[in-house]
């Protein structure tokens, strides 16, 4: 993929407005003007590209095609999946979705598809196939965009033989394997054949989390293997072509890091909640996803699929941002590894669902609305950023952050079933880092950890197969490795590990016993000191026996007063620490500040940033970002070239509020 510019577009729907093709011209003209450079076409247009079936119409496509070229912009083209013709719903009913309780969807809204029957699969190639044939050597094809946002489930009888198939294969078409695995004498809930099991249900099997675990891998395979039957034919036809799909913050439908492997670039759909005051828990909270998604293809650049230039419609309540929110919020994602901004939508849709939705033209249809005009800024300010497109970038430090054990820290029956909230702590955890400005990639537990200097895994409860031995490489050859609570409890069938947690030999790494699990009320804390301050431990707290670790913190009330709270071991080369409980934020900023003097860390920024302020580096650019509403200073000891005025900054920058400024030495 040649790419020299930040590509900056969006959804764009011109076949809404077949009847009014003035308004086509229109939007090249406000295109032009709001400098945006692509547009992606075609995501729910399969009944306008085959009205009837077998009956193929392109003329309109080929219009918007050319017009795109003729002005300059690159066609991200989409296939159609998301979205079916009402004729193939009513003729093959099967491509409609089964819900839980086994009733048949009708035909309506989006994303109903059964993952599994193969008349939808084979349509689908088709007409996948017949848009790579016709545009495989249009100059505007730049990439493709498959289907739109895939979620959700089926539970038809095509999905679950599909389904009984599928653990044939994983428990080697052994049954008793399978029992045995799922445990299935409990309650005896024993199988004799394959034939014999269903899918979750909440008037069926609910209770058997090995069951629940395989349900999601399977429905997640099914989603990937969709994918790769729907690419298919566009590799075949339009190889140079690179394929994407948008994916969703923190979405745990797919286990994404496995669809991205089937991808030339991952892409996703950012639609923070920002407010007009304080948006600094947000600002970590997007970094975080943003980081997320560039680990996934190794710290290559990401796009920026789709956000809103101003509200959505979807909220219970959609306040509107002011202006240099949007801006701030495109700017954080170039700086964390996009190589594109990308708005649903380019206009408002006159009717239907998202007819409120914020868009770039409004339904005034003028650029003479505060919206265009943040976006038109927009639009001048990217070019000057295009140093950073190709720009990989690698943390030192890495937060775990696993689909799977996502699925099972949510299925477990035990300890406490409110605010589990696995995503929110890992979250927690890369704050210390994001206020920092210390580059922190977001990886999964099984990913390789030799390139990190530091390696926090919150509560990870669940190891896959080869994850203990990584860990104990990782810490022998010198890595240093935090786990916090309830870690390495069971396998990947949700089997318990036998003979202490935590399991699979990893008591010896981490010199300690995890022998008991408190869960505390929502009002209760547990005071805990901790290198000579103190803390509130809240949620979930461990109760350690110390088999050789060194203890670096302590309970100090309730009637474990007095056991460790916080350890580290020495094994070989590395260091293992566990932090035994869930801490308030200030444990979890003191500990990470200690842990970054300690193995020298440094950020990006080499003075203190002020609260709320994040840096980031990409390519030889640093971008400093308010996500604050009050101006701030940030003292700057270093010279730099601020690049988009060409000002020299030194001793200190000011940033207004929602500021940022985009620096180079
Ligand atoms: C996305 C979806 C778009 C549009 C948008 C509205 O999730 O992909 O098609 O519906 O939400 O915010």
Same mark, same amino acid.
Do not use: L, M, P, Y
């Given at each position: 993929m040649k790419q020299e510019h930040i590509i900056y577009g969006g959804d764009y729907n011109p076949d809404q407005w077949i009847r009014t093709k003035e308004i086509w011209s229109e939007d090249m003209r406000l295109m032009d003007l709001a400098g945006i450079n692509s547009a992606t076409v075609g995501i729910f247009s399969w009944s306008m590209l085959e009205p009837r079936e077998g009956e193929f119409d392109f003329s309109w496509l080929d219009e918007v095609m050319d017009m795109l070229h003729v002005h300059g912009k690159k066609a991200i083209l989409a296939t159609p999946s998301g979205a079916r013709p009402v004729w193939l719903a009513k003729k093959a009913p099967e491509v409609l979705r089964v819900d839980e309780s086994g009733v048949r969807n009708e035909y309506g809204v989006r994303h109903n598809h059964c993952l599994t029957s193969p008349v939808y699969r084979e349509k689908v190639r088709l007409i996948n196939r017949k848009l790579a044939e016709r545009y495989a050597k249009h100059p505007a094809l730049f990439m493709w965009h498959i289907s739109n946002e895939y979620s959700g489930e089926c539970h038809c009888e095509l999905c679950q033989q599909a389904f009984r198939d599928w653990l044939r294969r994983e428990y080697h078409n052994d049954i008793d394997e399978l029992n045995f695995k799922w445990w299935n004498g409990f309650w005896s809930h024993n199988l004799s054949s394959f034939d014999e099991v269903s899918s979750p249900k909440y008037r069926g099997e609910n209770h058997v989390p090995a069951l629940k675990l395989a349900w999601n891998r399977f429905v997640s395979d099914s989603h990937i293997s969709f994918l790769e039957n729907e690419i298919a034919p566009l590799r075949e036809i339009t190889p140079d072509v690179p394929v994407t799909t948008n994916m969703m913050r923190l979405f745990k439908g797919i286990d994404y890091r496995k669809m991205a492997e089937k991808l030339d670039l991952v892409s996703w759909d950012s639609y923070p909640s920002w407010n007009n005051t304080d948006n600094t828990e947000e600002g970590n909270a997007i970094a975080f996803v943003h980081d997320l998604f560039r680990s996934m293809k190794g710290g290559k650049p990401f796009f920026l699929m789709e956000s809103t230039p101003s509200i959505v419609n979807w909220k219970p309540v959609n306040p509107l941002p002011q202006s240099g929110i949007t801006e701030l919020s495109s700017i954080q994602a170039v700086a964390h590894g996009a190589d594109s901004v990308q708005y649903f939508q380019w206009r408002a849709s006159r009717?239907?669902?998202?007819?409120?939705h914020g868009a770039?033209?409004?339904? *005034?249809? *003028?650029?003479?609305t505060r919206v265009f005009r943040d976006a038109a800024k927009i639009g001048q300010v990217l070019p000057k950023l295009d140093a950073v497109v190709g720009k990989e970038t690698r943390g030192r430090v890495a937060i775990v952050n696993d689909c799977e054990n996502a699925w099972a820290t949510d299925i477990f029956c035990g300890f406490?079933?409110?605010?589990?909230d696995y995503d929110g702590v890992c979250t927690a955890w890369h704050k210390p880092f994001w206020k920092r400005g210390v580059p922190t990639d977001v990886i999964e537990s099984d990913a390789d950890l030799a390139p990190y200097d530091l390696v926090i895994a919150p509560f990870l409860y669940m190891l896959k197969p080869g994850v203990a031995d990584s860990i104990r490489r990782y810490v022998g050859g010198g890595g240093r490795f935090v786990a916090t609570e309830l870690f390495a409890r069971v396998d990947r069938d949700d089997l318990c590990f036998l003979g202490g947690f935590p399991g699979e030999g990893l008591r010896e790494v981490f010199g300690v016993t995890a022998e008991e699990t408190d869960a505390l009320p929502e009002t209760e804390r547990r005071a805990v000191r901790y290198n000579g301050r103190d803390y509130a431990a809240h949620t979930v707290c461990d109760l350690l026996r110390a088999d050789g670790a060194k203890v670096l913190g302590t309970y100090e009330n309730g009637f474990y007063a007095g056991t460790p709270a916080v350890t580290v071991n020495g094994f070989g080369k590395g260091r293992a620490y566990y932090a035994a409980f869930r801490g308030e934020e200030s444990f979890i900023d003191d500990f990470c500040a200690d842990l970054i003097e300690e193995i020298g860390l440094t950020g990006v920024w080499p003075d203190q940033l002020p609260d709320g302020v994040s840096a980031v580096e990409r390519g030889d650019l640093v971008f400093l970002m308010n996500f604050t509403s009050e101006p701030k200073r940030v003292p700057s000891s270093g010279t730099y070239r601020n690049v988009l005025t060409g000002d020299t900054v030194s001793g200190k920058t000011e940033l207004p509020p929602f500021g940022y400024v985009v620096l180079t030495r």
């Open positions: 009717g239907g669902h998202e007819k409120f770039v033209v409004d339904h *005034t249809g *003028t650029e003479h406490f079933s409110e605010n589990r």
